[in-house]
């Protein structure tokens, strides 16, 4: 399993300090082994599909019904302590530019229709908006909309746009946010465009592309490359793996 030591022991740590906060006593697993079985839930599978609930029950001796408690316990811990906007804008204000870009985490679950389905991508799907460094280094990701959201209206309904202008931080995004304003350089649009303007989009392009680093990093971990959990966790589901991304790469 491609996993960091990092992750494992913040992760085991964190579980640690929670069972001495509620006061448990008594568990199937040490904390080492809940934290071992949740970043196998979040992280196996860069070679093959992760296994099921069933067969982490199988591989860690304990009923199903405790994989799902000690997953969901861990995923709650973690998401608890991923920075809101207002936080991560304190770290991104010393960037020289960040870069925008919105992608779709696929789902499972169509029994909602037409909410959850994006036009662009033909999918069922969670619309996430990511923030990245200069270097295309993953610095935040927002909660998760439905997948028939566009990418301008979640970048406003998330304040993005209005925390980077607030910041006057110059902002690099592609054409799905045309008319964002404030902050926020995009390609021109049309076909025939006058030379500079070509100019303009290569440059742009050139910015804009070490962008697609965040998204490879994000879809690196299993779970956001197909989600299965209903579409309220997958807020959490994705700030879990923001957080355990930040302590593996530190």
């Known amino acids: 399993m491609d996993l960091s030591t990092r992750a494992l022991r913040f992760l085991t740590g964190q579980l640690t300090a929670r069972r001495r906060e509620i006061g448990t006593r008594w568990r199937r697993r040490p904390a080492a082994r809940q934290a071992l079985l949740a970043l196998a839930h979040v992280r196996c599978g860069a070679v093959r599909c992760g296994d099921t609930y069933?067969?982490?029950?199988?591989?860690?001796?304990?009923?199903?019904?405790?994989?799902?408690?000690?997953?969901r316990e861990a995923v709650d811990i973690l998401a608890a302590l991923a920075p809101s906007l207002a936080?991560?804008?304190?770290?991104?204000?010393?960037?020289?530019?960040?870069?925008?870009d919105g992608t779709l985490l696929p789902i499972d679950r169509i029994a909602a229709g037409t909410p959850y389905h994006s036009g662009k991508h033909k999918r069922h799907g969670?619309?996430?908006q990511v923030l990245t460094d200069p270097f295309g280094r993953l610095l935040w990701a927002s909660p998760a909309l439905p997948g028939s959201t566009h990418d301008l209206t979640a970048a406003?309904?998330?304040?993005?746009?209005?925390?980077?202008?607030?910041?006057?931080?110059?902002?690099?995004?592609?054409?799905?946010?045309?008319?964002?304003?404030?902050?926020?350089?995009?390609?021109?649009?049309?076909?025939?465009?006058?030379?500079?303007?070509?100019?303009h989009h290569t440059t742009h392009a050139k910015i804009r592309c070490l962008g697609?680093?965040?998204?490879?990093?994000?879809?690196?971990?299993?779970?956001?490359?197909?989600?299965?959990c209903?579409?309220?966790?997958?807020?959490?589901?994705?700030?879990?793996?923001l957080v355990l991304h930040h302590h593996a790469s530190a």
């Open 54 to 71: 069933a067969q982490l029950a199988a591989g860690f001796g304990i009923g199903m019904s405790t994989v799902f408690r000690y997953i």
């Open 87 to 100: 936080e991560a804008m304190k770290a991104i204000r010393a960037k020289a530019f960040v870069l925008l």
């Open 126 to 128: 969670m619309n996430v």
């Open 156 to 199: 406003r309904q998330h304040g993005i746009v209005e925390a980077l202008a607030e910041a006057g931080l110059t902002c690099w995004a592609d054409k799905a946010y045309q008319g964002a304003g404030g902050t926020v350089r995009v390609p021109f649009r049309g076909r025939r465009l006058k030379q500079w303007k070509r100019r």
């Open 212 to 228: 697609e680093q965040a998204m490879a990093t994000l879809k690196s971990w299993r779970l956001p490359r197909k989600l299965r």
């Open 230 to 241: 209903s579409t309220n966790r997958i807020t959490d589901v994705v700030k879990a793996v």
